[in-house]
């Protein structure tokens, strides 16, 4: 199903193709991110991607609740963004050589992560409040606050740490 499919209709068809959406990418994050705590050089990012795996573990499971609220089984759709956007940070995660550097690239590659997630959060929370959806919406902003969180510690260690020693 596109995301202009027929297949949706109405507003709770699309807040269901959307929440399945950012399903599968949670779960393809969950996949990626013990590849870049390997990659990682520096101690402090490599703690960082270590707790958002735990904080991700968490974010599915509080869609799995939402999935449940609704009394569907959970799953995903294809999310192609997500895929691409991982796909993009593999490439470039193999083609430096320079850890701190590489670093740099990581953090880069996980805010790419961070900011889809970010716009597909608000607007799930924006829907389901509009829905009625109430406890759906405050699941969704339990995972929302973790990747704005997560965001602005990325942010912090990329300006005070890493991307000054990869530029050197």
């Not at 949706?8 to 959307?18: A, E, Q, Y």
């Not at 940070?89 to 805010?111: F, H, K, P, R, S």
Request: hydrophobic letters at 40%; glycine letters at 6%; one cysteine or more.
């Amino acid at each position: 199903m596109g995301l202009f499919s027929k297949d949706i209709k109405t507003m709770d068809d699309l807040f269901v193709h959307t929440l399945k959406d950012i399903y599968y990418a949670e779960n393809q994050i969950l996949k990626a991110l013990p590849k870049m705590i390997e990659k990682a050089g520096d101690t402090q990012l490599k703690q960082g991607f270590e707790q958002h795996l735990r904080e991700s573990e968490g974010h599915v499971r509080n869609l799995e609740e939402v999935f449940r609220l609704m009394d569907m089984e959970p799953s995903g759709v294809d999310c192609p963004a997500i895929d691409g956007i991982i796909q993009e940070a593999n490439e470039i995660a193999g083609e430096v050589e320079d850890q701190q550097v590489l670093d740099a690239a990581l953090i880069a590659a996980a805010q790419a992560v961070e900011h889809y997630e970010i716009t597909r959060y608000g607007t799930l929370i924006t829907w389901a409040n509009q829905l009625g959806l109430d406890d759906s919406a405050e699941l969704l902003e339990l995972n929302l606050a973790e990747e704005k969180a997560t965001d602005e510690k990325l942010t912090e260690l990329a300006e005070t740490r890493i991307n000054m020693a990869a530029a050197r």
